[in-house]
């Protein structure tokens, strides 16, 4: 029985080691430079993926997700889920209240690559590489982008007016794991599964806006005094009882300032994360203050 109950713990553990020692997760580090016309609520940007393959196969191609294809048609999975479920807001959306990515132009290490929508499906594309992808090397992928930013009832990207979350908003590589790749339209439900690395993201915009995104700001005295100066105002508007502000007949005003003529870039660098996100508005409040960390 001894020897029987040995055997048995020397397998699971070949087994948990043999487990581990397959185990991998490909790096993915993405660089974006973005500017946000608020004026018809598109943003313009470029982006460098570098990516790196840890698995132990060699890659013939590389599944991109374009997300906000999702608001574009009632013929995408997310339009489909909300009807479904009863929503009819994309069915019946306008043209205008809806949004896509387009104006893409894949490139690989500098060499334009041959592209499709995966399974017809307009949130996922495909590239075909022009030589494989060996284990432990890497490619940089390089693109501009186009995004209509679509109305923020439909979904967790999109705008109200001026006031803007931007989620799952560039194109994105799936995830590549020991089960092969992930192509995941986008669905109104549960998270995303996504590669992790660093991001280096750049975002311009009119100087009056309050940011806010994933990430530690970079070079940012500039948007800290900004910052700062808004807290003095909120600070003020709190001691005379201003905050909200009203109209003569009582009513919450939520009008958008008029957008500074100047605009502002904004640095934002994070390491080992597996996506980044920003919110902007003109009319965010803004505190600050402390707090200590235990064991810090």
């Known amino acids: 029985m001894k020897n029987s109950i040995l055997l048995f713990l020397s397998v699971i553990l070949s087994l948990i080691g043999k487990g581990q020692s397959n185990y991998f997760q490909q790096e993915v580090n993405t660089e974006i430079s973005v500017l946000l016309n608020d004026k018809n609520n598109t943003l313009i940007g470029a982006e460098k993926i570098t990516y790196l393959n840890n698995s132990t196969s060699i890659l013939d191609s590389v599944v991109i997700h374009l997300w906000p294809n999702a608001y574009k048609n009632v013929d995408t999975e997310l339009a489909k889920q909300k009807y479904e479920s009863g929503s009819t807001v994309i069915k019946y959306a306008s043209i205008n209240e809806r949004g896509y990515i387009d104006s893409l132009n894949f490139k690989i290490d500098n060499q334009k690559v041959k592209w499709d929508y995966y399974n017809n499906h307009l949130d996922i594309a495909i590239l075909y590489l022009n030589k494989p992808l060996k284990p432990k090397q890497k490619i940089v992928i390089e693109t ?13 990207l999109g705008h109200i007016g001026q006031s803007y979350q ?3 908003w560039f194109p994105k590589p799936a995830v590549f794991d020991e089960n092969g790749w992930h192509p995941l339209y986008y669905l109104d439900q549960g998270e995303f599964y996504s590669e992790f690395g660093s991001y280096d993201v750049k975002i311009t915009l009119p100087e009056n806006y309050v940011i806010m995104a994933t990430g530690d700001l970079v070079d940012g005295e500039k948007e800290l005094e900004f910052l700062n100066e808004k807290v003095k105002l ?3 508007k709190i001691k005379n009882n201003k905050l909200p502000t009203k109209d003569s007949l009582g009513r919450k005003d939520m009008s958008f300032p008029k957008s500074s003529e100047k605009f502002k870039t904004v640095h934002f660098k994070q390491k080992n994360v597996h996506d980044f996100a920003w919110f902007a508005d003109k009319r965010y409040h803004v505190l600050t203050g402390e707090v200590e960390l235990p064991k810090s």
């Open 144 to 156: 501009p982008f186009f995004v209509k930013i679509p109305s923020a009832q439909f979904s967790r």
């Open 234 to 236: 909120t600070e003020q």
């Open 166 to 168: 931007i989620t799952q």
